[in-house]
């Protein structure tokens, strides 16, 4: 038995002795985004964790070739170094740089975390304008909801306000928020969206996912004031039911398909997009026509009206200014929910102001914002059933 227990730890000590011996020393890429102009060359630094039994030579790759160039395309790696590779922009665009190993045996180095993405400009001021405009976009259409919750409030009324509109809002909302979550915080998803726009950059900044956010809340917010404030006989139309219905449908298959690999979790969120690009589409309508039935704009905020037009022009702008920058007009393509997003509202935000502002001028000041009279409880106000 005694024996039995040496011959025992003699041979797991071989074994971890070996397993130490081949234990694969990690090459890591110090800085693993990096941000040039065309023609311009920077410097990427790589460290050694570990111990190599031998030098050891890497290659360094290019995704693609006509995006960047690395240089040199072998390196040495003879401890201690310090080792590393320049990269050279050629062409606006994003290429993944990456270093492959030829050891032997195969364990004894990790390149698993040796690699770049680097994204070619054609400008820095661009960059930092396209910055710029994302966040006063975010800002406006942010505080564009405020002036009607505050109108609200101060009439105690949401008369004048149509349901069908807050309704597809917020689902439209929810469902924006769902698609810039996955494209921007998954990492399959976001590694399937490059894999269809190689030399792309994605579309959602951090600024689009805290937008969606407080839309959706901002929203269910002012459906809480219709619980609590005057709402005359205003209701969700069946139409309006139908079509919310209609997407939930649509939602929950494409939902199914994707949990069961049917289809990507990309087109999964593209699916959602697209509902909420067609809710973009059609959920002013109903309150286009409230507006012109009653013959006034009294309990719809043209200062919704002019901040959320203010948003739209500047998130065409910021996407504009991107696909310039980096070549890249496919971005506005893989995020067709943005870029309709910014141009329909504005179109629509347009003829608010018009009836706004021209065709019901005289009867939107004849009253108070406050003002209980005929004029502001239309009956016509109220939401018909279909």
């Known amino acids: 038995m005694c024996q039995r227990k040496i011959?025992?730890?003699?041979?797991?000590?071989?074994?971890?002795c070996g397993l130490n011996a081949v234990k694969a020393a990690d090459l890591i890429v110090s800085d693993q985004d990096v941000s040039i102009l065309v023609n311009e060359t920077q410097n990427v630094e790589m460290v050694l964790e570990g111990t190599l039994q031998k030098p050891v030579e890497v290659k360094i790759e290019t995704q693609h070739k006509d995006v960047v160039k690395a240089n040199p395309s072998i390196i040495g790696l003879n401890p201690p170094g310090p080792f590393s590779f320049k990269v050279t922009g050629l062409k606006p665009g994003l290429s993944l740089v990456y270093v492959s190993s030829n050891s032997t045996p195969a364990s004894e180095l990790n390149t698993i975390r040796a690699f770049v993405r680097v994204t070619v400009q054609h400008s820095y001021i661009l960059e930092y304008i396209s910055l710029t405009v994302g966040w006063?976009?975010?800002?406006?259409?942010?505080?564009?909801f405020y002036p009607q919750i505050y109108h609200n409030w101060e009439r105690k009324s949401v008369v004048g306000l149509n349901f069908d509109f807050l309704a597809l809002n917020l689902l439209g909302f929810t469902l924006y928020a769902i698609f810039n979550f996955g494209l921007y915080l998954v990492p399959e998803i976001e590694d399937e969206y490059f894999s269809r726009h190689p030399t792309g950059t994605n579309p959602v900044q951090l600024n689009d996912i805290v937008f969606a956010?407080?839309?959706?809340?901002?929203?269910?917010?002012?459906i809480i004031q219709c619980f609590c404030y005057e709402s005359g006989a205003q209701r969700v139309s069946t139409t309006a039911r139908s079509i919310l219905f209609l997407f939930f449908i649509i939602f929950?298959?494409?939902?199914?398909?994707?949990?069961?690999?049917?289809?990507?979790?990309?087109?999964?969120?593209?699916?959602?997009?697209y509902i909420k690009l067609?809710?973009?589409?059609?959920?002013?309508?109903?309150?286009?026509?409230?507006?012109?039935?009653?013959?006034?704009?009294?309990?719809w905020s043209i200062g919704n009206v002019?901040?959320?037009?203010?948003?739209?022009?500047?998130?065409?702008?910021?996407?504009?200014?991107?696909?310039?920058?980096?070549?890249?007009?496919?971005?506005?393509?893989?995020?067709?929910?943005?870029?309709g997003l910014g141009l329909f509202s504005v179109i629509f935000d347009v003829f608010f102001i018009v009836q706004h502002y021209v065709l019901y001028r005289e009867i939107n000041y004849e009253l108070l914002p406050g003002d209980s009279s005929e004029a502001i409880n239309h009956p016509s106000s109220t939401a018909e059933s279909d």
Do not use: E
Request: charged share 10%; glycine share 4%.
């Open 136 to 144: 006063l976009y975010f800002a406006a259409w942010s505080v564009s």
């Open 7 to 16: 011959i025992s730890f003699i041979f797991v000590a071989i074994i971890c």
């Open 213 to 222: 956010i407080h839309a959706t809340f901002a929203t269910l917010f002012t």
């Open 306 to 339: 002019l901040l959320d037009f203010t948003g739209g022009i500047l998130s065409m702008a910021q996407m504009l200014v991107n696909a310039f920058n980096y070549d890249d007009l496919q971005s506005i393509v893989g995020d067709p929910v943005k870029f």
């Open 252 to 273: 929950t298959t494409t939902l199914g398909l994707a949990l069961f690999n049917k289809v990507h979790w990309l087109d999964f969120l593209y699916y959602c997009s």
């Open 278 to 299: 067609t809710i973009t589409l059609i959920k002013y309508i109903p309150q286009a026509y409230m507006n012109y039935k009653r013959k006034s704009t009294l309990g």
